[in-house]
Every structure is written in structure tokens, then in C-alpha cells.
């Protein structure tokens, strides 16, 4: 694939040419410069597209709505305020919208974490009957499409009575298939030698898994860590059929109110794009911190 | 498919397992005990909150629950499929909406899937290269767009594409007056062939339709709302493709390539012919991936427009929400929500079909290169 190293169509009498090679190519190094240098011109183009909007969120962020109105696309405010920001905090519901946020993102991270990495755990090691039958349902599970659970799941929050709760907006999303899945391959790949010793020393199946199993698997507990926050962090659709009072309206839900003018006049885009800009902080920390693991998660899901 | 052997696999090894166990049973004692306790937590959650939902909901789509009450009480009635074919052959409103939906959807899908998969292979084909100094700063400009939330990359599409907005500014300077974007109803497709002097449609398409939408109006392509929405689905996920792709392309033996090059192949057709044939399995996954996510559409248009302007942003899964909590029409909602899950089943399974392995190489080899050989070893020959 490497088109520097590409080979010129010698005789080219013969063969047409493709679109990306040329005749030309025989000469090859000054060619193969050329080439080099476009081909960062071209990712540098590319990423400045894919990076820009970003830089102008939060430069919009810092503007008066004038200056936002009158030049969206410089990134440098003039004059720079904070009033965006301000408001936000001092006069608005947007510190509630982020501590529901929080509250949920630990409490359903948390809950994920231990009990798939219990089934992934079990799934793995321990022999039961039926065990086949549970992890054929759990690939079915996957393969529901979650829109299609929104009226599903608002008919038994409220058959439970836990709409409009903290329970209704945590439980449903403790647990996760795919995350029991990841939890399930990494078991599998430690070697069972370790667990027969502390079995022979008399340990319990919770024990072995407590105290020897779980220190071991801290690679495949990240992955399940930044998988949920993000998850939990990033979820709108559930919150929106679990609850409705103002008291437990996510980020989520607020910005997408903010959004569509519910709670101002006028445009405000330096009010909401603050506001999307400090939702995008956590996951963007967490994305910085844990780049390389991301990166290799998503290469991982691939080979299986 | 090999996921599935693994248990099979398990329950084979548990045979002599547990004849050993006869001799130590201490040792295994109370291990399906542990086993049925350890799943137990996962089991009852998305039993609770998952399995029992669907029937619930299955049950809401033949009956005329009108959101008042219990589902399950007596005074819940059962009505057929009715609602199913209110949405469907009903003629009226229910039928038209429904229809503008999947023809906005449609048009979506149709534009997306090919797009992002074709710029994240792009995109992976240029990142991916051996002599690249920088690849990770950016695989990261790439994929950061795809960790942010939803509701987020939609208040920014909203800023970058309003009417005085960043795209209209920057097409502005080069000479361009730019569309009225999220309040801007009309397909795409009707203002190219308005362009031509084509503005109403012949009667044969005019005067029949499917699901109360003219085949005309089926014809009109997304609305220019729908394609701002059409980029961001682009910019936001041909990241995480992007990734898959890389992935696929570092497990391709470089000797296959290299032997291809000592060959004489050239860069544009050892793509087509050893780099993309043994992506395929990579293929698969984000084509069916993009199709799934794509018939999903939700946060964007709860977040954005609301299905506007002029029901042209309206999707399946947002109209199966509106017709639920917003009309009360739970019935119809429910069934909204199955059809589109049986849509999705049976396109993935359509996909799957489609590109099922084939031994027809040289069809393959015809579509892939502008070489007129199927045989490559005859190219080599004839280069030679």
C-alpha cells in the first residue's frame, strides 16, 4: 500500500497505467518526494478539517454573541469574556446537569466493572450447566438495536415505579454485554495454573476471583472503565424515558434542551457551545490519558 | 460464529474434567453453584430490563394502551395489528409520516454507509503507511471526534452550519451562497434536476406513491438538513472505522505485498487486488456496523430539529419516540419500533449475503484494476 515504494508500469506499452501511478514515476526519487510531500499536505489538510471545529467551539466559547454573530470562523475572541461560562455556572441548572452526570457515570461504571467482570469471570472458568445456553443469549442480546428498547424500557421503569429516580436512570445500564464479552476473552487468557494453586490451598470460588483473578485482569478492567464512562457519560436516549423532573436532568438532556432554544432567546451560541464544550472535557481527559488502550480496544474488537 | 464454538468447546473439556473431579470433588465443590451466583446480577438485569421489556413492548403493539395505567391491565385491549397497519396501509397521517420517515432514513443510509467506509479506509490507507512520522497525532485528530457525545457534536453542527455560520462564511469567500442548511426542507436531489428545468415530476410518478409518499417525493433525495446531518455522521465516525481499518491492515502479511511488488504492480491496483480482498472481513464488520448505527438515528435529530424543517429530518427510531411519548400513540410507536428492527435484521442479513465469499475471481479482478488480465501471473509475464 505504501505509494512512495510503488513501482513504475515498466514498458508501459503494455499496461494502462492506474489513476495512481503515472509514467512519470520512473523517475523515483525526486517523485517519491513529491509524493511525500503531498501526502502530508494532504493528512495536515485533513486534520486541520477534523480538528477546526473543535478549536472554534471553544473559541466561540469566550466570545460576546456579537463577535460569535459577526466573525464565527476567527478563532481569536475579540474582546475575550468568560460570561458564557458564568452563566452557566452562577445562573443557570447546568452544576445540577453535570453532578447527575457524575453521579450516574461512577455508579453505572462501577457496577459494570464488577458484576461483568463476575459473568466474564464465570463465562470463563467456572463449569455450570447451562452455560452455553446464557452466553448464546448474551450474543443475541448484543444484536439488539438500542433505539428500539426506548418504549420497551420506559414500560417496565414504570411498572417498577422507579420512573423519574436515580434507580430507574442507574440499573438498567449496570450491565453490559459487551462487556462481559471483553471480560470473558481476557479470563480465558490467563493461564488456570494460578487459580489450581490457591484452590489447592483451600481459597473459595469468590475468593480466588477476589484476591488472584481480579489484581491480574487491570488491563481488561480499563477497557471496561473507559468503555462505560464514556458510555454513561455520552447516553441520552435512556434518560430521556427514565426520568423527567428538572432535578435529574443529565448533561446530556440539559445541553440538548439548551439546544433547541427550550430555556433562551436568540442564538446564545456562546452559552451552548460552552456547554458542549465542558461535556466534552471528562470523556476528552479520559480519551487523552488512556489514548494508547482506546486505540488498541478498538483494534482488539476486530480480530476477536 | 467462532464465538458461539467457544462454550461448545468448554462443555467438551468439562467431560474429563469432571471425571477427575471424582477422585478430588472437594476441590470443585460448589462450582455451578458459584457459576449460577457470579452471572446472576447480569442475568437478572438484562432479563428485567431488557428481555421482559421487549415482550412488554410486543404486547403494547397489538393492544390500544393509551399510556394511562398499567399495559397489562384489564382495561387494555387487544386489537390485532392494527397499529401495524395504521402505520403501514392506513392511509392517513400515520401511514404518510412513516413513509417520509424511511425515505429520509433511506436516502441517509444510502449516503452515509458508502461515505464514511470509503473516507475510513482512506483515511486508514494514508495513516497506516510505514514511512509516516507522526501517524498518532493524526489517528488522534481523526478519532477524537468519535469519543465526544452525540448531543455535543450536534450544538456544534448547529453553530458550524446556521445560516450566518462558519461553513457559509468560508463558502461565502470563495464565491458560493450557501443553502439555509437545518431550516432548509428541499431535497437535494429535486434542486439538481430544478437546476435542469425538471420542477414538477410526470404524472406517472406523481400520481402513485408507496406508503402515502409520492415515488416523486420518494426521488427527492435527502433534504438539505438531512445532508448537514449526512457530514456530520461522516466527520463523527469515520474515526472509529478509521481504527478498524488500521487494525485489519497491520494483520495483512507484508510478504504478500512485497511479492506483488517485485511483480511490478502498481500502487493502485495492489489495493484493489491484495489490500482490499483481505480487508474483507474488516469490510464486513464497519459496512454492517455503519448500516446498523445508520437506521438508528436518534440523539441527533432529538438534539437538533425535532424532524424538521418540513418532517425531512424525521427518522424511524425518532417517530417511533414521537409517536409514543409526544401523541400518546404508544401502540404505534411500538410498532414502529419493530418494524425498523426487523428492517435492520433482514439488511444485515441481506449484506451478509451479498458479500458471502465467491469464488468468481475474475469478475472480481474486472471490477477491482483497469488491467485487462484476470490472471495476474499473465500480467506479470506480459510486463516482463
Known amino acids: 500500500m505504501s505509494l512512495t515504494l510503488g513501482r513504475a508500469p515498466r514498458g508501459g506499452a503494455v499496461r494502462t497505467p492506474g489513476r495512481g501511478t503515472s509514467p512519470a514515476l520512473r523517475r523515483r526519487p525526486r517523485k517519491a518526494l513529491a509524493w511525500q510531500i503531498g501526502l502530508y499536505a494532504l493528512l495536515i489538510g485533513l486534520a486541520l478539517v477534523y480538528v477546526y471545529p473543535f478549536l472554534v467551539q471553544l473559541a466561540t466559547s469566550v466570545k460576546t454573541e456579537a463577535d460569535a454573530a459577526a466573525d464565527p470562523v476567527s478563532l481569536v475572541p475579540d474582546p475575550l469574556t468568560w460570561s458564557a461560562y458564568a452563566r452557566l455556572f452562577l445562573r443557570s441548572d447546568f452544576p445540577v446537569w453535570f453532578a447527575n452526570s457524575a453521579i450516574v457515570t461512577v455508579l453505572v461504571t462501577a457496577g459494570r466493572v464488577f458484576f461483568d467482570s463476575l459473568a466474564g469471570y464465570a463465562l470463563a472458568r467456572l463449569h455450570f450447566r447451562g452455560r452455553g445456553v446464557i452466553f448464546a443469549a448474551l450474543v443475541a442480546v448484543m444484536a439488539v438495536p438500542t433505539v428500539v428498547l426506548l418504549i420497551p424500557k420506559f414500560l417496565v421503569i414504570n411498572q417498577l415505579g422507579i420512573y423519574d429516580s436515580y434507580a430507574g436512570m442507574v440499573l438498567p445500564l449496570l450491565v453490559d454485554a459487551a462487556g462481559v464479552f471483553i471480560m470473558k476473552n481476557f479470563f480465558e487468557s490467563v493461564p488456570a495454573s494460578v487459580e489450581e494453586q490457591a484452590r489447592i490451598d483451600g481459597a473459595g470460588t469468590f475468593r480466588i476471583f477476589w484476591s488472584v483473578v481480579l489484581p491480574m485482569a487491570r488491563p481488561a478492567l480499563v477497557t471496561i472503565v473507559i468503555l462505560s464512562f464514556q458510555g454513561s457519560w455520552n447516553e441520552l436516549s435512556h434518560f430521556i424515558v427514565a426520568a423527567q423532573s428538572p432535578d435529574l436532568t443529565t448533561l446530556t438532556k440539559g445541553v440538548a434542551s439548551l439546544a433547541s432554544g427550550q430555556l433562551s432567546q436568540g442564538s446564545q451560541y456562546p452559552i451552548k457551545l460552552a456547554a458542549a464544550a465542558i461535556m466534552t472535557i471528562p470523556v476528552a481527559v479520559v480519551f487523552f490519558v488512556f489514548q494508547r488502550r482506546i486505540m488498541n480496544t478498538s483494534e482488539g474488537a476486530v480480530k476477536e | ?384
Open chain 2, 1 to 384: 460464529m467462532s464465538l458461539l464454538a467457544t462454550p461448545r468447546d468448554a462443555g467438551y473439556r468439562s467431560g474429563p474434567d469432571r471425571a477427575r473431579n471424582g477422585a478430588g470433588r472437594g476441590i470443585r465443590r460448589g462450582e455451578a453453584a458459584a457459576g449460577w451466583l457470579f452471572m446472576l446480577p447480569v442475568l437478572v438485569i438484562l432479563g428485567v430490563f431488557l428481555l421482559v421489556p421487549v415482550l412488554m413492548a410486543l404486547w403494547v403493539s397489538f393492544s390500544d394502551w393509551s399510556g394511562r395505567g398499567s399495559p397489562l391491565s384489564s382495561g387494555v385491549g387487544f386489537v390485532g395489528l392494527d397499529n401495524y397497519a395504521a402505520v403501514t396501509t392506513g392511509g392517513g397521517l400515520a401511514e404518510r409520516d412513516f413513509g417520509i420517515a424511511l425515505r429520509n432514513n433511506t436516502w441517509y443510509v444510502l449516503l452515509v454507509v458508502p461515505l464514511q467506509t470509503a473516507l475510513a479506509l482512506f483515511l486508514a490507507v494514508l495513516v497506516n503507511r510505514a514511512v509516516l512520522r507522526g501517524r498518532g497525532v493524526f489517528r488522534t485528530a481523526f478519532y477524537f471526534p468519535s469519543v465526544t457525545s452525540s448531543v455535543a457534536i450536534t450544538v456544534l453542527w448547529l453553530f458550524l452550519f446556521s445560516t450566518s455560520g462558519v461553513v457559509n462564511t468560508v463558502l461565502a469567500r470563495v464565491g458560493i451562497a450557501g443553502p439555509n442548511w437545518f431550516n432548509d426542507p428541499s431535497g437535494v436531489l429535486h434542486n439538481l434536476l430544478g437546476a435542469l428545468g425538471l420542477r414538477t415530476g410526470p404524472d406517472a410518478l406523481t400520481q402513485h406513491g408507496f406508503l402515502g409518499v409520492t415515488w416523486w417525493d420518494w426521488l427527492a433525495g435527502p433534504s438539505v438538513a438531512m445532508s448537514a446531518f449526512v457530514l456530520m455522521a461522516i466527520f463523527t465516525t469515520s474515526g472509529t472505522f478509521m481504527l478498524l481499518f488500521v487494525a485489519g491492515l497491520q494483520n495483512i502479511a507484508p510478504e504478500v505485498e512485497e511479492a506483488a511488488m517485485v511483480d511490478g504492480a502498481g500502487a493502485w491496483q495492489r489495493f484493489w487486488r491484495i489490500t482490499l480482498p483481505q480487508l474483507k472481513p474488516t469490510l464486513f464488520t464497519v459496512l454492517t456496523l455503519g448500516l446498523i448505527g445508520c437506521w438508528q438515528v436518534f440523539d441527533q435529530i432529538y438534539t437538533g430539529t425535532q424532524g424538521g424543517p418540513g418532517k425531512t429530518t424525521l427518522t424511524p427510531a425518532y417517530l417511533s419516540y414521537q409517536s409514543a411519548f409526544l401523541s400518546q400513540d404508544w401502540g404505534q410507536g411500538a410498532a414502529i419500533a419493530f418494524i425498523l428492527f426487523v428492517i435492520i435484521v433482514l439488511l444485515t442479513i441481506l449484506q451478509r449475503w451479498i458479500l458471502r465469499e465467491r469464488p468468481d475471481v475474475p469478475r472480481r479482478a474486472r471490477r477491482g484494476g483497469p488491467n485487462p488480465h484476470p490472471n495476474p501471473d499473465r500480467t506479470t509475464e506480459a510486463d516482463r
